[in-house]
């Protein structure tokens, strides 16, 4: 990375894996047990909360020596709404399409605890620049499990892949289903997402032994 | 943190410079997109009305409207007539495709007649009457426009949803489900109103019973498939006696 030093560079890679927003932090676990059934929307949110991070991160850091630290929370909160309600009416206005496939992830980008926890843990205490690729780093890495696991979701839970159906027609009885496969109809709930995120959590913590906590 | 921020007084005033700075921003920008976000989802209830009819650009698989550019030209070509149904009174209307819905349940509730818009539309020979459902499903409002012929059998449908889980409730606007309830019917041979429900397990997954009031469900969205049903009876019922009027 000749274009960042590497300090920074530190900060984009990081999250990926050592550090990453989900499986070792645990945050942002919320959003990502409810639109994981399909890979589309998982894309659509990774991308929304790249957005959303990068520029929050970037506002919170230039106003980190005149935020109250007593109300610091309810600033960040301010903050993240009014950038999340913006962006909604500016695509509302102009990309109307766009908005619609989008109009869930809004609130759940609000709340999405990935958001504040990286203002309060990074952007308070540094400047824009590097404020602006911690975020764009934990979005990343958050997209990264979110698309893992939208994979595996819908693969196994409705047979398609972006809205493609890759193993046969389960009504048709063509592909994989003619010789008697059936998709899993469980790994659409919640549940299984968790069970996925677990398993990821687990074969990353196998490959590097340094992450397990120790009690 | 410097002590300067720590006194309340600092942050009381932070706080309503804040919250000064964020309201006018937000006021600034949904006052001057309104008119946009009006305008588009004008022509996207053009579009769904078409859609329901059969005037969409669909391939094999996915749901696709009539451009944006060209909605307002066919909306014109293709819709015939626009009337407003209140009580016994019917008046032609051609701004009734922009009765809000939503008004009307909640102006019906607090006792009014309610204005019940039906779009007559032409297409390829045939009469199609358009009518717009609306109702609760899992998180939040759902709601469609169901096209019919005289003897109220569906010739096509177009759902959407404000809020339903991607991947389950939300696959009501999916072909695969939306597909299910052209050539259903809603009346029995005796000429009473039963509705189409989305039932589970009704064993006919490829939905060639057109007569069992059924179409198949979802897996894991019940509750957005009961709430579909539940408008499609609710709304469409009070349509009855303008298509016995048809008849006579």
């Known amino acids: ?64 020596n005149i935020i109250p630290s007593k109300i610091r929370i309810i600033v960040q909160l301010v903050v993240v709404a009014t ?36 203002f309060e843990a990074f952007a308070l205490g540094n400047g824009p620049w590097r404020s602006f690729l911690d975020g764009i780093g ?33 009504i048709e009885k063509t592909g994989l289903y003619a010789i008697g496969y ?12 968790l069970i996925v995120v677990g398993i990821i959590i687990w074969v990353q913590r196998t490959k590097n032994k340094s992450l397990i906590e120790e009690n | 943190m410097s002590k300067r921020t720590d006194s309340n007084l600092y942050t009381i005033i932070f706080a309503v410079i804040m919250v000064l700075i964020v ?25 769904n009305i078409l859609y329901a009819m059969g005037v969409n650009e669909n391939d094999e698989s996915s749901a696709n409207f009539v451009s944006t550019d060209v909605a307002g030209d066919e909306f014109a070509k293709y819709i015939t007539k626009q009337i407003v149904i209140q009580g016994d009174k019917i008046t032609e209307d051609d701004k009734a495709y922009l009765i809000d819905v939503k008004k009307e349940q909640a102006s019906a509730k607090a006792g009014n007649e309610r204005k019940l818009p039906l779009f007559i539309g032409e297409k390829d020979g045939k009469t199609f009457y358009v009518a717009p ?7 939040d409002a759902i709601w469609g426009y169901v096209a019919m012929d005289e003897n109220m059998v569906v010739q096509g449908a177009y759902f959407d949803h404000k809020g339903e889980t991607p991947g389950l409730g939300a696959n009501i606007k999916q072909r695969f489900f939306m597909d299910d309830f052209a050539g259903e019917h809603l009346m ?43 408008m499609i009876k609710s709304d469409l019922k009070l349509y009855v006696p303008y298509f016995k009027s048809l008849k006579k």
């Open chain 1, 182 to 193: 059936e998709n899993n109809g469980f790994m659409l709930l919640s549940p299984m997402a």
């Open chain 1, 83 to 118: 950038l999340v309600i913006i962006v909604d009416l500016v695509l509302k206005a102009f990309a109307y399409e766009l908005s619609k496939t989008l109009s869930v992830f809004v609130g759940l980008i609000i709340t999405n605890c990935i958001i504040m926890g990286r």
């Open chain 2, 188 to 230: 029995t041979e005796a000429g009473d109103f039963k509705g189409i429900t989305v039932a589970k397990g009704n064993n006919d997954p490829k939905n060639e019973e057109k007569t069992d009031y059924e179409v198949d469900a979802i897996a894991g969205a019940t509750i957005t498939g009961d709430g579909v049903s539940a």
């Open chain 1, 138 to 170: 934990n979005a990343v890495g958050y997209g990264l499990i979110l698309v893992a696991v939208g994979f595996f979701r819908e693969l196994l839970g409705s047979g398609t892949l972006l809205g493609f159906k890759v193993l046969g027609d389960p």
């Open chain 1, 1 to 64: 990375m000749g274009l960042l030093s590497k300090k920074d560079a530190v900060l984009i890679t990081d999250p990926l894996l050592d550090n990453n927003p989900i499986t070792i932090q645990v945050l942002g676990i919320c959003s990502a047990l409810a639109i994981t059934a399909e890979l589309k929307a998982s894309i659509v949110m990774a991308v929304s909360v790249m957005f959303v991070l990068g520029l929050g991160n970037v506002v919170i850091s230039l106003m980190r």
């Open chain 2, 133 to 139: 459902i609306r109702g609760k499903g899992l998180w």
């Open chain 2, 23 to 47: 309201g006018s921003l937000l006021a600034f920008f949904a006052s001057s997109l309104k008119p946009n976000i009006d305008e588009n989802k004008r022509i996207e209830k053009q579009q």
